[in-house]
């Protein structure tokens, strides 16, 4: 059996820096070269929090061609990461969620894509998630391609930023 580290294996990129209230400008990425991304949001609630709105993108290209909402129907959950490691499976209703308003805690939020659930019928293969409003937190977003379909050696050979 051959292991690989996990950078080996995945293709990390930046859905948006650490930011106060987002203002659903994060990037887009391609998913040409892979067959999966997983969407880890990290939130910092201060006091008298408003939930951030978390929706989920689908565009023709990483400009945003054609944009719109991607439906889902899961997001697992840690609403205290500093009481439990554990995650919770929660069920979305459609192609948004908001965000925990409890105060004076730290989240995580992860969010499984299939590229294949994109509308690729109509050339739609790139994604972003867009995260919005919420008052008095900061949100932090990272994107985590896996099923390669172009590499070699784990180092993706497709970039996932650019079409």
Excluded: W
Aim: hydrophobic share 40%; aromatic share 8%.
């Amino acid at each position: 059996m051959s292991e690989h580290l996990f950078i080996e294996d995945k293709h990390v990129v930046m859905a948006f820096p650490p930011a106060a209230s987002p203002a659903g400008t994060e990037d887009y990425v391609s998913l040409k070269g892979a067959k999966y991304v997983t969407v880890i949001l990290q939130l910092d609630n201060a006091t008298t929090v408003t939930g951030t709105t978390v929706t989920l993108k689908q565009a023709t290209d990483v400009a945003a061609t054609g944009e719109k909402a991607l439906a889902f129907s899961t997001v697992y959950v840690n609403a205290d990461t500093a009481a439990s490691d554990a995650f919770t499976k929660t069920a979305v209703t459609s192609s948004t969620f908001d965000t925990a308003t409890t105060d004076n805690k730290n989240l995580l939020y992860v969010i499984c894509v299939d590229a294949s659930t994109l509308d690729t019928a109509n050339d739609f293969d790139c994604f972003r998630v867009d995260v919005t409003g919420g008052a008095n937190s900061v949100a932090a977003g990272i994107y985590v391609l896996s099923g390669q379909r172009y590499a070699v050696g784990g180092t993706p050979v497709v970039s996932a930023i650019t079409d």
